[in-house]
Every structure is written in C-alpha cells, then in structure tokens.
C-alpha cells in the first residue's frame, strides 16, 4: 500500500511516496480502517518541514477520516463499514490532560505514524465516529483544528450566549470558532490581513471586522468597539507578535485561549497588564477523546459543515503544504487519493 513519508537522511527535509508493509488484521481492542480523507494543520507542515522533530520514515499527518474495514475481538464501540475520523491524543480518554500528552509522543503523524496512508490499524480511542451525514473529507477537519476550537470556547471558555469573542485570521481554527461562537449566540470580532476573507468571515455571521494590516493597534480598535470593556474570550492563533494586542482586546476577568504560535515560540509579555486585568490565559492542543464525541454530537445540531478551501491529492502533499505556507486558503485544505 502506499504511504506519504517524512525522510531527512540526505540533510533535507522532504515528503517521499513509498510502498510500505499493509499493517494487518486489528488484534483484541483494535479496528482496521481505510484512510480515505486528511486535512492539514500547522502542526503538521511544522513536523513535514523538519521542524519538529521526527524519525526518517515516519507516515506523516495528524488527521484522517476512513472506514472501518474489520474489528478486533473486545471492540464494542465500532462496527465494519463506519465511517469515523481520527483521534489526536489516543490515550487522552477523558477530563483533564495528562502526562501521556505533555509531549506528541503518541500523536499520529509525530510521535507515532500517522494518516497518509490507505490503510491503518489501531487501538478503538483513536478514532471515533463521524457526525451523520458528513463526508469524509469534512470529518477529517474535525480532529485537531474543530476540536482545538471547541475546547478553547466551550470546555476551556465555558462560552454563554451574548458574550464576545474576537477571532483571528481565517484558518481552520478560527473558522469553526466562528461557527461554534454564532451557534452559541455570541458576538464575534474578526480579524484579517486581507479584506477580501474579511468579507468571506461577514458572510459568515462575523459581527466586526479588523483589517490589522491597515490597523495595526487592532486591540485599541476591540476595545474601541466594545465601549472600552474588552471582549470576553479570544481565540489567540498568532503568539508573539499578536499576544500583547489580544491583551489589550481582551475584558478584565477575560480568557484568552493561547492556541497557536504562527509567529514563533517566545514573546515579551507584559505580566502587569495580565495580573491588572486578571486574565485566564489558558494554553491548550487539542482535547481527549471524550471531547471530541461531544463536539461532534454539538455538530449534528448545529449543522455547521466546515468551510473547505482547497483538496489535493496524497500524492501532491509537498505542494498542498506550500499552498498552506502560502497563507492564501480560507479555512480548511484536505487530501483525498
């Protein structure tokens, strides 16, 4: 069977199209699926680009949706021909993280191999299924960019209608925190370098706009548009050069979901400003598999499909990570075979 690859033994870094070994029947507590649909993530093209670190040889990405192909005796929770989608932290069951998850040692993709491939085998918690009536290519957005968004609002947050929330950019993140904030009835100030995915974000239901290229003090304009009180919840993608202007944004008493690191790892950040405003910033990836079967029951309600920008072909993975470096995609991009 085929398998994308990450391989850095010539110094570097490049995705290679291998034949690797079919892993197999599932044992006692496993089931065998076939890996139709992937999306990418930032962490993804971070291990792809050899900057997080991995093992030569490792099948690359995080998020895979398929169908169940055969089951291992034990398994209660799945039956052959479900369609179910991938798991980030397989043995994150449920509550609060673990120790399991202080490292990516067991995430597909990283620590463990991951979804570009066409068949897999492994234990039932990492996968569960799909929401009803979704394709594959939308479940696949579910694992690590749709859940990362429900934690941040609804188990982290704890989001309550009528509150704000203030967004940033237009990827996969943002995009289902936009959709989870509408279904919630809170208010949502986006922010975009372009406005063209500004207007995309309106459409949307997005109920304020900031272009921060044009305003470049875009926490003044947050609070400008809140009458001076700061918006309740931001979902913060961008790390260094965004965490003061979210410090700014954001309410006393506020909550701040660090997210992502777009812009590198280590910022100066103005700890008087985040003790007199008695901020929660609460750093999180992802959530336990518990989480995502309650996002994904919230999603059969709500009924809001993800957006899908742009889907390529496995074998075209070098050129789907580019387009996403390129900054140009408007929510989600997947792969398909």
Request: some cysteine.
């Amino acid at each position: 069977m085929k398998g994308l690859v990450f391989d850095a033994s010539n110094g570097t870094p490049q995705i290679l199209l291998k034949e690797i070994n079919d892993p197999g029947q599932p044992k006692r507590g496993e089931i065998r699926v076939h890996i139709q649909a992937s999306s990418l993530n930032f962490h993804d093209l971070m291990v792809a680009r050899g900057i997080m670190p991995t093992e030569n040889g490792r099948i690359l990405l995080s998020d895979g949706a398929g169908v169940v192909e055969a089951i291992g005796e034990g398994v209660d929770d799945f039956k052959v021909g479900d369609h179910v989608v991938s798991t980030f932290f397989p043995l994150w069951l449920a509550g609060k993280a673990i120790p399991a998850v202080g490292n990516f040692a067991n995430t597909p993709g990283d620590g463990i191999d991951g979804m570009a491939t066409e068949y897999v085998v492994r234990s039932e918690s990492a996968f569960t299924k799909i929401p009803k009536a979704w394709s594959l290519q939308e479940a696949a957005t579910i694992t690590t960019s749709g859940l990362t968004a429900w934690r941040a609002l609804i188990t982290d947050g704890q989001l309550k209608s009528g509150e704000t929330v203030l967004i940033q950019g237009t990827g996969g993140v943002s995009i289902a925190a936009l959709q989870i904030a509408k279904a919630m009835g809170a208010f949502v100030i986006a922010t975009s370098s372009s406005d063209e995915k500004l207007t995309k974000v309106r459409d949307m239901g997005a109920d304020e706009l900031i272009n921060y290229k044009t305003t470049p003090a875009w926490g003044d304009e947050v609070l400008r548009l809140t009458q001076g009180k700061g918006v309740d919840h931001v979902v913060e993608v961008g790390g260094p050069l965004t965490i003061n202007e979210s410090l700014k944004a954001v309410k006393v008493g506020g909550h701040i979901a660090q997210i992502g690191v777009l812009s590198g790892n280590e910022a100066n950040i103005p700890i008087a400003d985040l003790l007199g405003k008695q901020v929660r910033l609460q750093g999180l990836i992802v959530s336990s598999v518990e989480d995502q079967k309650a996002y994904i029951s919230a999603l059969e309600v709500i009924q809001a499909r993800p957006v899908i920008d742009k889907v390529f072909n496995y074998t075209a993975l070098s050129e789907a990570f580019d387009y996403m470096q390129s900054g140009n995609h408007f929510g989600k991009i997947c792969m398909t075979w």
